[in-house]
């Protein structure tokens, strides 16, 4: 069965600081890594990572994934109250026919104090 | 505007009675997909259509029910044989494994 698991669940920080977010995995016929961010409703998309050691980077966020040791973080730095969401780790598989799915980890609920 | 839109954004309905979530996406996307969203339990899967007339069962399809008649519409069924139906329902739709997210629609059933 495939697993996403997001660690912490919660984290609370205040203003300026910096937080990493960390997604492990372990699914069949990997395909690619996605971030989303949900503040209070759709989730909305951050990065996509398919292969390892390239970061991606927007703004304050970055992310990377080490597809050897089937995990990828998401950094952001110089926090702001505006990032205060639930950021969700998804990993897309390949399973029977052309199928295209992905199997989401449970988030981690961040909350950046003034 | 190109988007997914999800109607409505909130309904309450009587235990035992059937009722149909809409959603509707105009970014030419091949694919759609619903999923129900618990507190501390992520997002599951209930159904997918990669194309029209076509779908798929999710992790959790017992109790709903979908339809794909047209490319822009996968509107979802939420049957009286879903045990617990009260929760959040995101649609989304994709070209590729990125998937683009509706506003989605809190039902909760009395």
């Known amino acids: 069965e495939d697993k996403v698991v997001q660690s912490p669940l919660s984290l609370v920080v205040h203003e300026g600081d910096t937080v990493t977010l960390n997604c492990s995995y372990e699914v069949t016929n990997f395909r690619s890594l996605l971030w989303y961010k949900q503040e209070k409703k759709a989730p909305t998309f951050l990065f996509m990572l398919?292969?390892?050691?390239i970061e991606k980077k927007s703004g304050r966020l970055s992310s990377i994934l080490d597809k050897k040791e089937l995990f990828s973080i998401l950094n952001i730095t110089a926090t702001q109250t505006g990032d205060s969401a639930i950021y969700l780790c998804?990993?897309?598989?390949?399973?029977?026919?052309?199928?295209?799915?992905?199997?989401f980890g449970s988030g981690t609920q961040l909350t950046v104090l003034p | 505007d190109g988007g997914i839109t999800q109607s409505p954004k909130y309904l309450f309905r009587k235990e035992g009675q059937n009722v149909t979530l809409s959603c509707e996406q105009n970014?030419?996307?091949?694919?759609m997909y619903w999923y129900r969203q618990d507190p501390g339990q992520g997002l599951r899967l209930i159904y997918y259509s990669q194309i029209v007339n076509d779908f798929q069962k999710g992790d959790i399809a017992e109790g709903y029910s979908v339809s794909r008649e047209k490319k822009e519409s996968f509107p979802l069924t939420v049957t009286s044989a879903q045990k617990n139906p009260t929760a959040f329902y995101l649609c989304?739709?994709?070209?590729?494994?990125?998937?683009?997210f509706g506003p989605g629609t809190r039902l909760t059933v009395l």
């Open positions: 398919t292969s390892s050691g």
């Open positions: 989304a739709s994709s070209r590729s494994d990125t998937q683009y």
């Open positions: 998804a990993v897309g598989n390949q399973r029977s026919g052309s199928a295209r799915q992905l199997t």
């Open positions: 970014l030419n996307h091949d694919a």
